[in-house]
């Protein structure tokens, strides 16, 4: 099946979606393009021209069944299959990121985590095994995985990278604020808690000036 061309901000509100969706499935039945904008505080045209990409129109007077709207959000994100993933650096990000269990509502699944302090070699956390990093790449080939987690500090994230991609990571989850280097045909999406953070202070600042 051909993939279907979204745009990257509504490839980003679709997950948004899913989970407000998730959680009334058992309150309702059908909800409306106008109830989920109200809900999200934001325009139902653009509500609309998003489901748009993964379901037809809503039924007059009734809009979309929840459930339908659920699997076919699901199905357009690839959450039906396990994306199976590896997480590197198992410091306070990293232990948090292992200890949460909605990503299994995305398809995703981390199997593995990996960390330089020996102390952590052959525990678990919330299930998932800690190795030592040198057994990265056996280990990333054994599970199949296609995904990993960088949850570095930022001075090993280009090492950690360059490993991924050498135990055949196509997609990269960067918690480490670096640009890092990677080869054509490897995703690299950078989550910079950073920027995020001069965002709110900015908007602080603008507010407290008013």
Same mark, same amino acid.
């Given at each position: 099946? =051909?993939? %279907?061309?979204?745009?990257?901000? @509504?490839?980003? %509100?679709?997950?948004?979606?899913?989970?407000?969706? +998730?959680?009334?499935?058992?309150?309702?039945?059908?909800?409306?393009? +106008?109830?989920?904008?109200?809900?999200?505080?934001?325009?139902?045209?653009?509500? %609309?021209?998003?489901? /748009?990409?993964? $379901?037809? @129109?809503?039924?007059? %007077?009734?809009?979309? &069944?929840?459930?339908?709207?659920?699997? =076919?959000?699901?199905?357009?994100?690839?959450?039906?299959?396990?994306?199976?993933? #590896?997480? #590197?650096? #198992? /410091?306070?990000? /990293?232990?948090?990121?292992?200890?949460?269990?909605?990503?299994?509502?995305?398809? *995703?699944?981390? &199997?593995?985590?990996?960390?330089?302090?020996?102390?952590?070699?052959? $525990?678990?956390?919330?299930?998932?095994?800690?190795?030592?990093? $040198?057994? *990265?790449?056996?280990?990333?080939?054994?599970?199949?995985?296609?995904?990993?987690?960088?949850? #570095?500090? &930022?001075?090993?994230?280009? @090492?950690?990278?360059?490993? *991924? &991609?050498?135990?055949?990571?196509?997609?990269?989850?960067?918690?480490?604020?670096?640009?890092l280097k990677k080869p054509e045909g490897v995703l690299i999406e950078n989550e910079n808690l950073a920027s995020s953070l001069a965002i709110l202070s900015r908007?602080?600042?603008? $507010?407290?000036?008013?």
């Amino acid at each position: 099946m =051909q993939a %279907r061309e979204i745009s990257l901000p @509504t490839l980003r %509100r679709l997950p948004v979606y899913l989970h407000y969706l +998730t959680s009334i499935r058992e309150e309702r039945k059908n909800i409306s393009a +106008t109830a989920i904008a109200a809900y999200f505080g934001i325009n139902d045209v653009q509500v %609309r021209k998003d489901l /748009g990409v993964v $379901s037809g @129109t809503g039924r007059p %007077r009734t809009g979309y &069944v929840v459930e339908e709207l659920i699997a =076919q959000i699901r199905d357009c994100l690839c959450c039906k299959s396990d994306t199976k993933a #590896v997480l #590197v650096g #198992v /410091g306070n990000i /990293g232990k948090a990121l292992l200890s949460y269990s909605g990503f299994a509502d995305y398809g *995703l699944k981390i &199997v593995a985590a990996f960390d330089t302090d020996s102390r952590l070699m052959g $525990s678990y956390i919330n299930g998932k095994p800690i190795y030592s990093v $040198s057994e *990265l790449e056996r280990v990333c080939k054994e599970e199949n995985a296609s995904l990993g987690i960088i949850a #570095v500090p &930022v001075a090993y994230a280009q @090492t950690i990278c360059d490993k *991924l &991609v050498f135990s055949g990571i196509k997609a990269i989850w960067n918690f480490a604020p670096a640009i890092l280097k990677k080869p054509e045909g490897v995703l690299i999406e950078n989550e910079n808690l950073a920027s995020s953070l001069a965002i709110l202070s900015r908007h602080l600042g603008e $507010s407290a000036n008013e």
